[in-house]
């Protein structure tokens, strides 16, 4: 599921730049073009829900370490200093998993009425109503970068507080691997509406410098409808790039794997996956098969 993410989220602007393009060809009918246009918001934010679910299953994983993690300290504790230490990070633990899980279910929450609403509009909702109801966007825009400066921040407390006993989790990269489209679906946009603005709220003088310089030239003259064409097409080649982080911070032959199944309460369809046998569907294990059919053939 964490893995799928750039590919979903790539899927999902491949999608916002189909509608962009129907927009532009369709210019000369205005209220076509706002549809077509709404149709590429909405999905961005269905993209930022799995993003948001991504985030909260991300946070699991890492609990559920962390915690194993501790366990095995308490148990293989041969003092009672060590035995209390131990208890004491575990107590530490539940208190900075709860923060955590306060700031991404924030997050989950306001995505989930972010992509419902846009899902609404673009499916029920007339042209009057979406020309009264249009500064909602802005609204859920705003709640979604406050929401995710907070499942960012939480999921980092976490990350730096107990990085020494998730060594063997490599728990620099992932949590960057997962930080990085968060950040990039909610402050990249912003950021961008920040320089046109800035560029025309500028005195005469001062106004002519970001027109000149190379790459801020040719993204503030872009209209509204080539920006957003601009900005699907940048998130394709980014998403490519997170791909390929995601190869090198998710490695399939790293040690907690293992560690983690161990202490897999129930049986579930990744389990088979994570044992050191592989079964038949009549229970024989891979290397009884094996040697029952080298017997046979010899």
């Known amino acids: 599921m964490i893995l799928a993410l750039p590919a979903i989220y790539g899927i999902m602007a491949l999608n916002a730049l189909a509608h962009i393009y129907l927009a532009i060809n369709v210019r000369s009918h205005e209220e076509r073009a706002k549809v077509a246009r709404q149709h590429s918001d909405t999905c961005f934010r269905i993209g930022e829900l799995y993003e948001a679910w991504v985030l909260y299953q991300f946070g699991k994983l890492t609990v559920e370490l962390l915690r194993t993690s501790l ?21 530490a633990q539940k208190a900075v998993e709860s923060q955590m899980w306060l700031g991404t279910w924030m997050f989950v929450v306001v995505c989930v009425l972010q992509s419902g609403w846009a899902c609404w509009m673009v499916t029920f909702a007339t042209p009057e109503s979406r020309a009264s109801l249009a500064y909602t966007d802005a609204q859920f825009a705003a709640a979604g970068v406050v929401a995710s400066v907070a499942a960012i921040y939480n999921v980092h407390t976490v990350e730096w507080t107990f990085r020494g006993y998730l060594a063997g989790y490599s728990p620099f990269l992932k949590f960057l691997s997962v930080k990085v489209l968060v950040s990039i679906a909610f402050f990249q946009r912003g950021f961008f509406m920040f320089l046109k603005a800035f560029q025309q709220t500028l005195p005469s003088m001062l106004g002519k410098v970001l027109p000149h310089m190379p790459v801020v030239r040719s993204v503030i003259a872009l209209s509204g409808v080539e920006f957003e064409a601009f900005y699907a097409a940048l998130i394709l080649y980014e998403v490519f790039v997170i791909a390929a982080l995601h190869s090198w ?6 040690e907690w794997y293992g560690e983690y199944s161990d202490h897999i309460l129930e049986q579930t369809e990744s389990s088979p996956l994570l044992g050191s046998e592989v079964r038949d569907p009549f229970g024989a294990s891979a290397s009884c098969i094996g040697s029952k059919a080298d017997r046979g053939i010899s």
């Open 71 to 91: 366990a095995n300290l308490a148990t293989s504790a041969k003092s009672e200093e060590q035995r209390g230490t131990a208890q004491g990070l575990l107590v």
């Open 249 to 254: 911070a998710w490695n399939s032959k790293e």
